[in-house]
């Protein structure tokens, strides 16, 4: 398909090896309301203050990288990756939030529903229970979801949508290049790991797993912005 | 060679690919002063208090060993492990300080010389940083070293010399039980991660740095038990 | 209360900073069904189920425990409470659905449903994030309220109800001797860490979130048990 | 004294209780050998390949601080220090070394020396077993002392010590503002968690032992250092 981004190797596999599952994430209603502008203003807050809260604890997953790294390059990336989430990308959260008198303390605070629990903690449990890569394979439908989405958008997007910005904070250039950084960290870290052939490797399909498993959390996650409305 | 026990195909590749650092440690001349009742007791009890520490720390890991675990089996070896460590193992030690005047909060609040501090926590630190199969590669050299020094002390030791319990610890039936429990999980373990040809792995040469640098840990604890004398 | 089980000074505290989040989990209509037998069978299979499920990464955050604590004693009970699950608890589990046609391996393999998942990583995530008391307030809930409700079912239940068995388990002598041997270590774990009036503490209204939330955490469970009707 | 640094509050307390340890730290021959550039090159870049190493792995603590943070505020000061580690401070030992013929990837492989492994596990194994307290105590006294010992050698060092460089990157004012940082978000942190009277709360001794104990760690890499010689 023309309209997918290339985030390397390890994306594609595991992206193909989500099935339908990664459609209903990347093509959910939440997204085709962001696209066309039909997605309640309610909806959209709802999911932005659960969302900041999602930040905070996959920042902590991608902190946990620089605990696990092995080369250099990981540490780098996934630091770099830590730093732009904290100090940059909850910034649009906070100053859309402000927009509509939502203060960063509550944001902060809010109680996070469960969806946005159960994703949060399965991540940061991948990386706790296994290595540098179960750590991977569930941060990343996450990372180039939004990348996908964000690109697709950009260009299909309704020009009269009130979600604009949403859609060119992913769909953007900076964004772009943060995936295929990514992409290209992961795919290196995948061969270092699993060899030349990583789909063959014993561990794979546990792998696949985790990706999959994440992906699903990730439409649980619109699911639950469409119940804000 | 006659002497070497069968603990399972994964403990007889590390142990081969740790070369000569493997005699270091399992043929140590605190390991033959054990053999021929020639080790000063103050030494053997400078190292008995610290491994006492030891063996608080090396539960902590088998603990983070049930954390990281995959499987049922996995699950279960490593808890019947960490209880047989807290609630048996340290009592050799319990007991045999004593003896000395030696009381157990004594031994838990001993201070750990480095030597001991760099060991256990290299291995916990290889669990936090890596997966299932980091954490065995490092605590496997102290599991099979005192299996197989046991059983080779249990048949060669003078009749006199008064470290007989310590060898029939680890030289007796259920010491060497547990080796071949542990051997036939880490075999299952790497089958299921890296195949069937596990040597082949693209992440081998690591888990082998592992096993290595685990067995040098092991070489510097002697060391530091004759410093003791 | 009569009813209410002493099981220590810390939980007494907790259970009273829970609030009716506490009864909205002890009296809950799943609890009702299964004290007056109306529980709909397939609904008790249901959480038969995700409850194996659950004890699997359940007996993870014990075994956490283990690598989390700073007392002998600590170590001593968190090993115990591991094994116990582990090599025992579940076999409950394990028998009663074999009566059903379930095996061990299909409930291994049974997919978490989010809110199994969403309490489980949020144990663990109080222990990674945390310290020991962390993970002790993220893990009582379960522990004391099993309890709570065994002793009262012993008492009140329908002579008729089929789940006599389950009932019997967490009402019986074992099961509450296990609550007073945890609730005893968690007092002592609080004082040593917070002193002789820890409700005082600065840190104390953050361990009850924890609390409160794992409790609210147990409705969700409930709930989803109902669902599977 | 004069040539202590303000860095809060907590730092002042747990350096006075560290007793002699932070002066046989602060004042070791190691950094009067800096301060007099009678200190051995060969000793230099000896400590200097380490403490790259020591770096990997004290960026690997910090971001495991992210791991563990309660506040937005204290997840970004613990982000950036570990952007600052990895993406700028490692650069000193990389231009440095390579002005001495060693390689950036000979850096990251080189075999850490048993009291820089102990120190760093030691430092990892804190924020795993404890809380975040538990590790800014044991990460705090290198980036405090370091900061005390670059702001004291920018006044009393010989002018033609060869070893200005390092003086004036740990004197300088961008360090000196990292320590102020630090120093003030684990005020916050501390009294978040123990109160407007840190000192008397039942943890305090613990935490202490922390510091202590790091502290010495320092020691023993000072003398590490000197060994290479």
């Known amino acids: 398909m023309t309209d997918v981004p290339d985030y390397g190797k390890t994306f594609a596999l595991w992206r ?22 039909r997605l309640p203003q309610k909806a959209f807050l709802h999911y932005l203050v659960q969302d900041y809260v999602f930040l905070v604890h996959f920042s902590r997953a991608w902190a946990l990288g620089v605990v696990k790294s092995e ?17 940059h990308e909850m910034s649009l959260h906070v100053s859309t ?3 509509a008198s939502i203060s960063e303390e509550a944001l902060f605070a809010a109680a996070e ?7 949060t903690r399965y991540v940061l449990d991948a990386g706790v229970s296994g290595d540098f890569l179960d ?21 299909t997007a309704a020009p009269d949508t009130p979600y604009g910005e949403w859609i060119s904070t992913y769909g953007g ?3 772009q290049d943060v995936c295929r950084t990514v ?7 995948v061969q ?23 992906t699903a959390l990730e439409v649980g996650f619109w699911d639950m912005g469409l119940r804000g409305a």
Chains 1, 2, 3, 4 share one sequence.
Not at 16 to 37: I, K, N, S
Not at 183 to 189: K, L, T, V, Y
Request: net charge negative.
């Open 71 to 87: 080369t250099l390059g990981e540490m780098k990336t996934c630091a770099t990756t830590v730093d732009a989430l904290v100090n």
């Open 113 to 119: 529903e469960v969806e946005n629990l159960a994703y």
């Open 183 to 189: 992409g290209a960290m992961i795919d290196g870290a």
């Open 97 to 99: 939030c402000a927009a």
């Open 16 to 37: 193909a090896g989500a099935g339908t599952t990664w459609q209903g994430y990347t093509c959910h209603g939440f997204v085709e309301g962001l696209a066309d502008g």
């Open 192 to 214: 270092r790991r699993l060899g030349a052939e990583p789909a063959d490797a014993a561990r794979w399909p546990q792998l696949q797993v985790r990706f999959t498993r994440a």
């Open 135 to 155: 750590l991977m394979a569930a941060l990343a439908p996450c990372v180039f979801g939004y990348g996908e989405i964000g690109a697709r958008l950009a260009k």
């Open 173 to 175: 250039p900076d964004y």
